[in-house]
């Protein structure tokens, strides 16, 4: 029951913007955020906050006319992959 719980918990912090997914992930007390998978490398004391950088990042990435190729790894804690350099 708690899996499911977990899992629940970590969807209602996912959200499609455009082609792209921004995920808000719970991190030491404040929030980090992730966009199609790619965790950013620093933490915010608000959800807001990193809603906001997630939502520049995506719509960054509307703009451009590359496609990054999104990850699949997961980790358990119902985030994507760790910043580079973590």
């Known amino acids: ?5 977990d899992r629940n918990r970590a969807e209602q912090h996912r959200y499609d913007v455009g082609r792209h997914i921004v995920r808000l992930i719970p991190a030491d007390g404040g929030w980090s955020v992730s966009v ?39 980790d358990p804690g119902g985030g994507d992959q760790p910043a580079a350099g973590e």
Do not use: I
């Open 1 to 5: 029951m708690d899996e499911r719980r």
């Open 36 to 74: 199609d998978g790619l965790r950013h490398g620093r933490r915010y004391a608000t959800a807001a906050e990193a809603w906001s950088a997630g939502l520049q990042t995506a719509e960054g990435l509307e703009r451009s006319p590359a496609e990054p190729a999104r990850s699949t790894a997961r």
